[in-house]
């Protein structure tokens, strides 16, 4: 059982599953999940990231790793400095959250003498980004100077790095079923419409919950299917004929097509440097496998996860994992090359997580203090690294231009051979 939204959220998401139930009747009765997603998450002023609501930590929907622990952030400035002592240049970070990585980065980086020349900052939601000014504002002078805030990727091509954490499983994404070795659409209608002949009513989510907005004015929304359009279905043929194994019918599961204009955009403002990506995902054969059969859609509601995107709709967020063969792919077909893929654990390993645990800010406090931050770091440390935890199910992916020098963070491990 989920939460119950409280009277302002449940009235926002009322708000937000009306402007969906228009799409649909304009649309003619049927969205692709990949536009209902993209409604339900960035609508302007409605959308989860658009509108304003805590949404990152203990009052919001979910944690990330940079804010579970400064010691993921702390390594991740590792590798920046190791990017920037090389060719100089500027940080670009995309969706950063509270601000917490980039005032981590930041701190570190000046510390080892490596600041860039910018810390630039890309975020989509309003709320984030005053909270992101608001943790910026407590840097020093020298370090909150170098950060600006943009509505847009940079015109003029950069040098350095750029971050994303958990921005590739916000992407939205579409959703298929297998019908008979053929692929079809798993889109959105609105329920008590009849189906045209076009559409199939799809077998309902499981995941309900007291909290669905289905009060008076609410459009309540199930999934139909409708044959795949003709792009979708070449990537299906593309992506089946390079499974181990076929996939049985009913399988459902994502494909997210906006990883390749997404990681070009990318490409187009880098001259020179380094993309690191950090998220939950797989390569493709695992991603794509047999047992797999429900997809990895999730979403995410005070906490709690669950597999039903229309519930609290407009209020909680909705992820799917990330495909990482098709990262690379899109990383080849803009220019760039892969210069590492390991786990999350393997990453921050590689970075020296180990001695940070140990170190950290000793003699701050006196020997007591000392043992108490040891044994906290000890246990923040255990979340990123454990396989139970973040530590296999996330991963960190590398991609470069003109960078050839080996990266560190990937110098413990190297998946590339599984893409």
Known sequence: MLPLPTRAELAHSISVARMIGEHIAAAGGWLSFETFMQLALYAPGLGYYSAGSAKIGRDGDFTTAPELSDLFSQCVARQCAQVLGRIGGSVLELGAGTGRMAAS?????????????QYAILEVSADLRDRQR????QLPAELKRRVAWLDSLPAERMRGVILANEVLDALPCQRVVVRSG????LGVRLAGHPPTDADQQAPAFT?????????????????????ADEALQREWQRLKGGLPAALPD??????????????????????????LLFDYGLPRAHY?????????????????????PFVNVGIQDITAWVDFTRVAEAADAAGLQVRGFATQAAFLLGLGIEALVAGGEAGARGPDADIRAQARRASEARQLLMPGEMGEVFKAIALARDFDEPLRGFSLQDLRHLL
């Open 250 to 275: 009913g399988y459902r599961t994502e494909v997210c097509m906006q990883v390749q204009p997404w990681i070009a955009s990318l490409a187009d403002c880098l001259d020179r440097g380094v993309v």
């Open 105 to 117: 980065v930041l701190e570190t980086l000046a510390s080892v003498g490596a600041l860039p020349d």
């Open 207 to 227: 995941a309900r919950s007291a909290a669905s907005p289905r009060g008076p004015g609410a459009e309540p929304f199930v999934a139909s299917e409708r044959s």
């Open 134 to 137: 608001a943790r910026i504002e």
């Open 288 to 308: 794509y496998h047999p047992q797999r059969s429900n997809g990895t859609l999730r979403c995410h509601f005070r906490h709690r996860a669950h597999d039903d």
């Open 182 to 185: 053929d692929v079809r659409s």
